[in-house]
């Protein structure tokens, strides 16, 4: 039996894509069209991270902003997120033993354009401490992940990340920054 059918639904004929939705790929490759696909995924709302680190070399703070996170495994504690391969932060975030995951908070959406900014110093101005393992955990994040990067694959143009989570903690209160829509906002809703 169908899984369809244990449903009680009958299986759909895939219907070929109308004019309408054809203009939405692109006719070279088959794919749809990235500004298409950028407005349609922006309609997800996603809570905004920042990946920090100290230059082993020099113990600089380097950092970038990422919207692309997620738990993925319980047993052993696993995250990943994606980075674009032309992000010129990643290679020095990944070049430290460890890094830390700061959950921005709603009032951060600053925080998160300076560490999504090409260039200069990124942390000009940012307060920050030391997390248990010693990377930026900036002031006012709503919690924190030391991490230790497992495995980066590549994805496309960007690649995915996978870090084992060493500890963490809650940090400050307060609503997420939210990603949506291409903006950044906070969360309404009751508590």
């Known amino acids: 039996m169908s899984v369809h059918a244990e449903l009680g639904h009958s299986p759909r004929k895939r219907r070929p894509l109308d004019g309408a939705a054809m203009q939405n790929h692109d006719r070279h490759n088959?794919?749809?069209?990235?500004?298409?696909?950028?407005?349609?995924?922006?309609?997800?709302?996603?809570?905004?991270?920042?990946?920090?680190?100290?230059?082993?070399?020099?113990?600089?703070?380097?950092?970038?902003?990422?919207?692309?996170?997620?738990?993925?495994?319980?047993?052993?504690?696993?995250?990943?997120?994606?980075?674009?391969?032309?992000?010129?932060?990643?290679?020095?975030?990944?070049?430290?033993?460890?890094?830390?995951?700061?959950?921005?908070?709603?009032?951060?959406?600053?925080?998160?354009?300076q560490l999504a900014a090409r260039g200069g110093d990124k942390f000009a101005g940012l307060a920050w401490t030391e997390s248990p393992c010693?990377?930026?955990?900036?002031?006012?994040?709503?919690?924190?992940?030391?991490?230790?990067?497992?495995?980066e694959h590549p994805a496309g143009d960007h690649a995915i990340v996978v870090a084992k989570v060493l500890q963490l903690d809650a940090h400050a209160d307060g609503g997420p920054l939210v990603f949506f829509r291409g903006g950044y906002g906070g969360f309404s809703g009751s508590s």
């Not at 830390?100 to 959406?109: C, I, K």
């Not at 010693?134 to 495995?151: F, I, K, Q, S, Y």
Request: net charge neutral.
């Open 30 to 113: 088959g794919h749809p069209d990235s500004r298409r696909f950028r407005s349609v995924l922006g309609r997800f709302a996603t809570g905004v991270v920042a990946i920090t680190a100290l230059d082993p070399h020099t113990a600089e703070p380097y950092g970038l902003a990422a919207n692309s996170f997620t738990s993925v495994s319980l047993d052993p504690p696993l995250v990943a997120f994606c980075v674009a391969h032309t992000s010129t932060s990643w290679p020095r975030v990944r070049s430290a033993k460890t890094l830390t995951v700061n959950v921005l908070a709603e009032h951060q959406q600053p925080v998160c354009a």
């Open 134 to 151: 010693g990377n930026p955990l900036l002031t006012g994040a709503l919690a924190w992940l030391d991490c230790v990067v497992e495995a």
